[in-house]
């Protein structure tokens, strides 16, 4: 089945992102790349603005959707343990992209854009409290990480094999909570 316009226009959006970055995205260079008359865009989003927050809840949403199997049950059921090794899980696997990593470097310079990276985060990893216990710093720790591979990943800047960064997914995952690692 072919995907819809507006999920061909994301993708579009998402691949340019990744090459130039989200602010240097305009509606011209959107349509093309996916194949669409300017007109055809704007049926979808009127304006640059809301198709680069669209992009980014199309991202975030991606993710969600990822934790949400990588969790395997409800998240109202889950504890923090769970919902940060689900987003370790995610972030340290295959998921989280390049574009991904482009798109939130650019979002971190409107308030609009980095709100859905923020609400992610809050419901998957919780709020910060003023005194943590341990368990709680590891999971902050394990979500730092998970983050930091993801950047190094995604920027060609790790040097080590397969087998070191089983170990490294592995050491996130325990100090997630899981005493196992993430897949």
Partial sequence: MRPSSRTAILRAAVRLAERSGIASLTLDAAAQEAGLSKGGLIYHFAGKEQLMLAVVEHITGAWDEAMRSALGKPLE???????????TTVVAGSTASRADLAVLVDSV??????APWRALLTKWIGS?????R???VDRVV???AADGLWMAEAT???AFGSGARDAVVARIGELA??????A
């Avoid at 310079?109 to 980095?114: K, Y």
């Avoid at 910060?128 to 943590?132: C, I, K, Q």
């Avoid at 909570?177 to 993430?182: E, F, L, T």
């Fill in 109 to 114: 310079h409107d308030e609009n854009l980095l």
């Fill in 77 to 87: 059921e889950a504890g923090p343990a769970e919902r940060v090794v689900a987003y």
């Fill in 128 to 132: 910060p409290l003023a005194e943590p």
């Fill in 134 to 136: 341990p368990e709680e």
């Fill in 142 to 144: 394990a979500r730092l």
């Fill in 156 to 158: 060609d800047t790790t």
């Fill in 177 to 182: 909570g899981s005493g196992g690692g993430p």
